[in-house]
């Protein structure tokens, strides 16, 4: 999966590493390390051990996609995305049904809205699309 390169690299500084001392912190190998901030792809295990090392989230790194521009509704520019993932605490039914419950709570998400037309576009965390994937609730289309 696509993870956010540029603050792996940011963090990593911060805490004046090379990719050796990564590696270590992290328990993965530093060709994975040389991969990961080059390709700005890794897999979930990898993501999570970078995360502990970094003392990062696991959402922190996740790739920001702000592919909701224009507005596919009405091609206006003025879109606002919410600056972090959150917990969806509504009540009753879970926001997105038999993904919440157990580990994580409910599903994290990350909306967008057009400030001209009111669409809104939710982007789950990562957590809660590998939950999708192996869930039996729900069906591939
Ligand atoms: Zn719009």
């Known amino acids: 999966m696509k993870i956010n390169a540029e603050l792996i690299i940011k963090l990593r500084k911060s805490k ?4 050796e001392e990564l590696a270590i912190a992290s328990g993965l190998n530093v060709r994975t390390i040389q991969r990961i901030e080059s390709e700005a792809s890794a897999s979930l295990e990898s993501k999570k051990s970078l995360a502990s090392a970094l003392g990062a989230s696991i959402q922190d790194l996740d790739f920001e996609e702000n592919a909701m521009k224009p507005c596919p509704i009405c091609q206006s520019d003025d879109i606002y ?9 509504g009540v009753g039914e879970e926001l997105l049904p038999k993904l919440g419950k157990g580990v ?4 994290k998400i990350c909306p967008f809205v057009c400030s001209e037309c009111g669409y809104t576009r939710l982007m789950a965390s990562s957590e809660t699309r590998d939950k999708l994937v192996q869930s039996e609730h729900w069906k591939k289309i």
């Not at 004046?16 to 990719?19: A, E, K, L, M, V």
């Not at 994580?104 to 599903?107: K, L, N, Y």
């Open 104 to 107: 994580f709570g409910v599903a």
């Open 16 to 19: 004046h590493w090379t990719q």
């Open 81 to 89: 995305q919410y600056k972090e993932y959150f917990q969806y605490t």
